[in-house]
């Protein structure tokens, strides 16, 4: 066996490395540093987060296919590495504003995050059965820790058991599709198993196509695998829910176009047809059901279903301008749903903090600056000018409408407006009703909350008016 390939491997994973060894510190920190080791902890995961991505903006595309054909490192890799580790970093920040008023910080949450991140950057590179089985379990049974981290709390206890035995049931039924497929080819690398797939029984690949990508879809709250999502959202910590809700989604969105594109490409009208049922199921439900939420968290529950929805209207009518709308929205959707969760350490009731839209009321009055920025957010959410969920939803109808997919389109665009009597009602509670006088809600925003709605006010805007900015790295780093 030649070592020196592995040896040289290592510099094309050095930010995964660096996690890891960060993830080792804070964990020794938490453990051993008396005195507030936990948020010693929370600030070596933050730093290790920043220096992964500074590693990761140094790292060059591999030539090919890294330890013995399990990884890969293309610029797609990067991307999506790229928006998982912004989006671990946000919600670290967060937490920071989250644990000095809830008093109890649970600092193994911290290394949790980043080994979670570690298995979702692993998964993004994957080009082996086996490699992306062990590195989706990793950030799946550390993010099912990560919702129940509050296990003497009714509602986090019953988001970690509820998120880990449904989790465990899609894990298993991708595992079923990945045996269907092995046992056709004998094969575990992407590269080979697409070659003996030519001359396999087609309805066995197809079911274990379907399996697998059932499983996948679990974790990206896809109707019908969604039914874990309000329940887990509200259960967990907030700012666990931000990470719940942004990383897994995008990695399992990479995961599902590198096997579309490598390994089932010759099944592209099943898979086309599959995710179109599932794009329309998902914008009708996740909308509809939000419309009917006064807790905030469950609202944006519901909302990340829809949106979810959304990214598989660029996977039914896949081509190249589709690849750049998925990959152009997934990072807007990360930036725009951390900032939408941030909302929710706005207010301040006795010792934790408010959950419902009326808790929002008189928010204008008091933060007229930081109102200003959730109108912003919402204006990204709902698809409206000139931000950069404008351009993401534009784009993705676009190329819906060049597939000549037009119901999926006008489905799309409905969604849209459906979606604007929901998030609006959170806008209208800031600027036209005044504060509750029986249980008024104290408006607090901390240096943490205040930079990531700074930092998501400005991408979300300078991405919607000068959109190449982040048209131009999606499109050179697309798999089509």
């Avoid at 079911?207 to 499983?215: N, S």
Wanted: positive net charge; aromatic residues 12%.
């Amino acid at each position: 066996m030649d070592a020196s390939a592995y040896t040289r491997g290592i510099i094309y994973i050095l930010p995964e490395v660096l996690l890891l060894l960060a993830a080792a510190l804070a964990l020794f920190v938490h453990l051993f540093l008396k005195k507030r080791g936990y948020r010693a902890a929370g600030l070596i995961s933050l730093a290790g987060l920043v220096i992964g991505l500074l590693a990761l903006a140094r790292t060059q595309a591999s030539p090919g296919e890294i330890f013995a054909g399990s990884l890969i490192v293309d610029s797609f890799a990067l991307y999506f590495k790229a928006v998982v580790l912004v989006a671990g970093a946000l919600s670290i920040l967060l937490a920071f504003r989250f644990f000095d008023v809830e008093k109890q910080e649970p600092g193994e949450a911290y290394p949790l995050i980043l080994l979670a991140t570690i298995g979702m950057t692993a998964s993004v590179s994957s080009v082996d059965l086996v490699s992306l089985y062990v590195s989706f379990e990793l950030f799946a049974v550390s993010t099912y820790i990560l919702a129940g981290i509050f296990k003497k709390e009714k509602r986090s206890a019953e988001a970690g058991i509820k998120y880990f035995f449904l989790g465990t049931l899609s894990s298993g039924i991708m595992l079923l599709g990945m045996a269907l497929v092995f046992g056709l080819t004998g094969q575990t690398n992407y590269g080979a198993v697409v070659r003996h797939l030519a001359g396999a029984n087609d309805h066995i690949a197809l079911t274990g196509m379907i399996l697998f990508f059932a499983g996948l879809f679990f974790k990206a709250a896809l109707v019908p695998f969604h039914m874990w999502t309000p329940d887990v959202y509200e259960g967990a910590p907030t700012p666990f829910t931000v990470f719940l809700s942004t990383a897994p989604k995008a990695a399992v969105f990479a995961i599902l176009i590198r096997l579309m594109a490598a390994v089932f490409p010759r099944f592209e009208v099943q898979w086309s047809s599959i995710f179109q049922v599932i794009a329309l199921a998902s914008m009708f439900w996740g909308n509809i059901a939000a419309l009917q939420q006064r807790n905030i968290k469950r609202l944006l529950a519901y909302s990340s279903i829809a949106h979810a929805g959304y990214l598989a209207i660029g996977l039914a009518a896949w081509s190249e301008g589709a690849s750049t709308a998925v990959l152009f929205y997934v990072f807007i959707y990360a930036v725009m749903n951390s900032a939408a969760f941030s909302i929710l350490l706005f207010s301040k009731k006795g010792s934790t903090f408010g959950e419902n839209i009326d808790d929002m009321r008189g928010l204008a009055r008091s933060a007229p600056l930081a109102a200003a920025c959730v109108v912003v957010i919402l204006l990204a959410l709902t698809g409206i000018p000139p931000t950069a969920g404008f351009m993401g939803k534009y784009l993705l109808l676009a190329a819906a409408v060049e597939k000549k997919m037009y119901l999926l389109a006008a489905a799309g665009a409905l969604n849209s407006v459906i979606s604007l009597f929901y998030y609006f009602r959170i806008g209208r509670a800031m600027f036209m009703e005044d504060a509750s006088e029986s249980a008024p809600a104290e408006f607090s925003l901390r240096l943490p909350v205040k930079i990531v709605l700074a930092i998501s006010t400005l991408i979300l805007l300078a991405a919607g008016i000068l959109p190449s900015v982040l048209m131009k790295p999606a499109a050179a780093s697309s798999l089509f």
